[in-house]
C-alpha cells in the first residue's frame, strides 16, 4: 500500500501536478514574488552606475583628467590612502592578534569599542578627531606646545582621519582570519626555540597572510572613499587635503562634467578592488 | 631508576601538578637518557596535560621540573631543551619540509644555510631527502610524521615528547612508522616521553610504562610486569585480563564482593587475581568432574566477535569475560540471558600482592 502510494506522488510530481497548484514559476523555478523585487533591486543598484556611464562626457574625458587639479586631488587620495593603509597595518594587526589570541579583562568591550567607527558616522568622527587632536584638543594641545605639531587641516590629518575610519576593517578581518588559524601552530613554534613574537612573525603572519591583504584592501577602499571625517578634521584645501570624493563634491557645484569624470576615476578604481578580491568574495563556495 | 638516585643531574625529574578547576593532575616522573616512557590512560586522564606541562605549554600549579639538573618550571617554551611531535604533527603549512625541520635551528641562532645543511641532514637519515622541497601538504601521513619527528630532533632537545605519535595513521602506515619510530628511540640518547591510549604503541616502543588514571598514577612498571600484573580495571581491559580483588588466605582468595578463588601461588593478605578470557570454560549444566574447582553461575550480558573467538560478557556471581571457539558458543546455544556455568583451573589464574 504504502509503495503504491508513494510511486503514485511520484508520477503527480514528473506530470508536474502539485507544482501548478503552488504560486507561478518561471522556467528555473523561481517563485515571481521573489523575482520582480530581486531585479528590481538589482536595477537600482545598477542604474546609478550606468547613468554616470551614459552621461559621462567622453570627448572631453582626456582633458577634464589631465587637468592639474583632478591629478593633485588623485595623487593625494592615492598617497594618503595608502599611507592611513599603512597605519592601519602598523597598529591595526597587532591589534588584532591581541584581540584573538589573549585574554584580559573587558576584552569584549574593547572589541566593540574598535569596531565603533565602523557604525559612528564619520562627521562625527571627524568632530571627535577634532576635539582629541585639534590644536585645543585633549592631546593635540600638547602636541603643539611639546612638538610643534599641529594635525587638522594638514595632509598628515587626512592620513589621520582616513585610518581612523579605515582600521576597523582592517582589525575585524585580521581577527576573524586569526581567529580561524590554529593557534597550536605557534605553540609548536615555541617549542621549536621561537619567541612569542617570531612565531608570530615567521609562522602566523604568513598563515594570515590571505587575511591581512584582504583587510588592507577594505581598509584601503574605505580610506580613498573617505569624506566625512576628513572634511570635517582635515578641511577642503586643493592640493594640500582635498582629495578625490571632496573635489567631487565641490566639483559638481561649479562644474558637473569635471565631477562626474572625478566619478568615473574612483568607479574604475572600485572596480579594480573587487576584481583583486574576487577570489575572497566572489566565489559562493 | 635507583641510578637516578645517585646521578641525579642526569635526565628528567619532575613532580607535575597542573590544578585546572575540577580536574587535578599530580603525576611523579622520573627517567634516565636513553629511556623511553608512555605515559598511558584513557581519554581526559591528564596525559595530554602532563605533555603540556612537560613542554611548558602548560603552568605547574605546583612540583618541580629538573631536566639534567636544570630547573625549568618557570623557563618559557621557547627556552627548554624539549622538542614536541604533536598528535596532528602542526607541520608548518607554509614552509617546505627542508624548511620544517629547519625551523628549530635557525631559532636556536643558526644561519639560514646551516640550518637548512641540519635540516637537510635530518631528512636524509630519516630517508626523506627526496621530498626536502615539498610542503606538508603534499606529504602522506607516515612522511609527514618523520618530518615532524626530525623537526623536533634538529634542536636536539634533552626531553623528547611525542603526543599519539601514530593515532593519525592508518593501520597500514601505522606497523611500518611504528617500526622506524621504534629505531629512532632506540638511538636517540636523551629521555623521550610518549603519550598514548594504544597499548601496542606503548609496549613496543617504551621501556617503562606510566598509566595514569583521573590525573594519578595508578601503576608504572616494564611492559612484562605491566601486562601481567594489572592493577587496575583499565589496565586488566588493555591487556586482556579478568582483575579481581581480595583477600588471600593461602590458596584461597575470598573477593570483597563475595565469591571465592582458588589460586597456586600460597598469599596473603590483599590481593589481585587475574585470569586470562581464554581460561573461562562454559557448561549449561553444572559439571560433575571436580576439576575445576573456580566455578560460578552465571548470565551472558553480551556476545562479540574478537578476532576469531566470541568473547563473552558474563554477570552474576563473578563478573567475567570469557573467550571461546565459534563451534563452542554455538554447541552451548548461547545468548544474552542464558544461564551458564564458568570454570577456571586454578594453575591458570595467578595472583599477586596490591
Known amino acids: 500500500m504504502t509503495k503504491l502510494d508513494t510511486s503514485d506522488a511520484a508520477a503527480e510530481t514528473l506530470k508536474g501536478g502539485p507544482r501548478r497548484r503552488r504560486v507561478r514559476m518561471t522556467g528555473h523555478g523561481v517563485p515571481l514574488p521573489l523575482l520582480v523585487p530581486a531585479l528590481v533591486g538589482l536595477a537600482f543598484l545598477l542604474l546609478p552606475l550606468l547613468a554616470l556611464l551614459v552621461r559621462a562626457p567622453w570627448r572631453s574625458l582626456p582633458s577634464q583628467l589631465t587637468s592639474t587639479e583632478v591629478w593633485q586631488a588623485l595623487q593625494l587620495s592615492l598617497l594618503s590612502a595608502t599611507l592611513a593603509t599603512a597605519v592601519c597595518l602598523v597598529l591595526g594587526v597587532p591589534l588584532a592578534w591581541l584581540l584573538a589570541r589573549t585574554e584580559f579583562p573587558g576584552r569584549r568591550l574593547v572589541r566593540a569599542l574598535v569596531t565603533l567607527p565602523l557604525v559612528l558616522p564619520p562627521v562625527v568622527g571627524g568632530v571627535a578627531l577634532l576635539l582629541a587632536l585639534g590644536r585645543n584638543g585633549v592631546v593635540g594641545q600638547w602636541l603643539d606646545s611639546w612638538f610643534g605639531i599641529t594635525l587638522p587641516f594638514t595632509t598628515t590629518g587626512v592620513v589621520v582621519a582616513e585610518a581612523f575610519v579605515a582600521m576597523p576593517f582592517l582589525v575585524i578581518s585580521v581577527e576573524g582570519t586569526l581567529r580561524a588559524a590554529d593557534p597550536r601552530y605557534e605553540e609548536a613554534a615555541q617549542t621549536l626555540g621561537a619567541s612569542r613574537f617570531t612565531a608570530f612573525r615567521r609562522v602566523t603572519l604568513p598563515l594570515i597572510a590571505p587575511g591581512i591583504a584582504a583587510g588592507s584592501v577594505l581598509a584601503w577602499a574605505r580610506a580613498l572613499g573617505e569624506f566625512g571625517a576628513t572634511i570635517t578634521f582635515a578641511g577642503n584645501f586643493p592640493g594640500r587635503t582635498q582629495t578625490m570624493p571632496l573635489a567631487v563634491y565641490l566639483a559638481l557645484q561649479n562644474d558637473p562634467e569635471a565631477a562626474i569624470a572625478l566619478s568615473l576615476v574612483l568607479l574604475a578604481v572600485s572596480i579594480a578592488v573587487l576584481a583583486g578580491l574576487r577570489d575572497r568574495w566572489m566565489t559562493t563556495s | ?354
Request: net charge negative; with cysteine; hydrophobic share 45%.
Open chain 2, 1 to 354: 631508576m635507583t641510578d637516578l638516585i645517585t646521578t641525579p643531574d642526569k635526565g628528567l625529574d619532575a613532580h607535575l601538578v597542573v590544578d585546572r578547576g575540577t580536574f587535578r593532575l599530580d603525576v611523579e616522573l622520573t627517567a634516565a637518557p636513553g629511556d623511553v616512557v608512555a605515559l598511558l590512560g584513557p581519554n581526559g586522564a591528564g596525559k595530554t596535560t602532563a605533555l603540556r606541562a612537560l613542554a611548558g605549554l602548560a603552568r605547574l600549579t605546583d612540583g618541580h621540573l629538573r631536566l639534567d639538573g636544570a630547573e625549568l618550571d618557570r623557563t618559557p617554551p621557547e627556552s627548554r631543551p624539549v622538542g614536541v611531535v604533536f598528535q596532528d604533527y602542526l607541520l608548518f603549512p607554509h614552509l617546505t619540509a627542508l624548511d620544517n625541520v629547519g625551523f628549530g635551528p635557525r631559532c636556536q641562532g643558526a644561519t639560514k644555510a646551516e640550518s637548512r645543511a641540519i635540516a637537510a641532514e635530518w631528512l636524509e637519515r630519516m630517508g626523506l631527502a627526496e621530498h626536502a622541497g615539498v610542503k606538508p601538504r603534499r606529504l602522506s601521513g607516515g612522511q609527514a610524521q618523520r618530518v615532524a619527528v626530525a623537526r623536533a630532533l634538529a634542536t636536539r632537545p634533552r626531553l623528547l615528547l611525542l603526543d599519539e605519535p601514530l593515532a593519525a595513521l592508518d593501520a597500514r602506515t601505522r606497523l611500518d612508522v611504528r617500526a622506524q619510530l621504534r629505531r629512532h628511540l632506540a638511538e636517540f640518547e636523551a629521555v623521550a616521553v610518549l603519550v598514548t591510549h594504544d597499548p601496542l604503541d606503548a609496549m613496543v616502543l617504551a621501556d617503562r610504562l606510566v598509566v595514569i588514571e583521573q590525573g594519578k598514577i595508578v601503576q608504572e612498571g616494564t611492559p612484562a610486569d605491566i601486562a601481567r600484573h594489572p592493577r587496575t580495571d583499565y589496565i586488566a581491559q588493555l591487556v586482556g585480563l579478568n582483575l579481581y580483588k581480595g583477600s588471600a588466605d593461602g590458596h584461597t582468595v575470598t573477593l570483597d564482593t563475595g565469591p571465592v578463588i582458588t589460586t597456586t601461588e600460597d598469599l596473603t593478605g590483599e590481593v589481585f587475581v587475574a585470569f586470562p578470557p581464554s581460561a573461562v570454560t562454559l557448561f549449561r549444566d553444572r559439571p560433575t568432574g571436580a576439576s575445576a574447582r573456580n566455578l560460578w553461575h552465571c548470565e551472558v550480558a553480551g556476545l562479540e566477535t574478537h578476532g576469531d573467538q566470541i568473547r563473552v560478557d558474563l554477570t552474576g556471581e563473578l563478573p567475567l569475560a570469557a573467550d571461546l571457539t565459534t563451534v563452542a558458543a554455538a554447541e552451548l546455544d548461547l545468548h544474552q540471558g542464558a544461564l551458564v556455568w564458568a570454570a577456571v583451573k586454578a594453575t591458570q589464574t595467578h595472583s599477586y600482592p596490591t
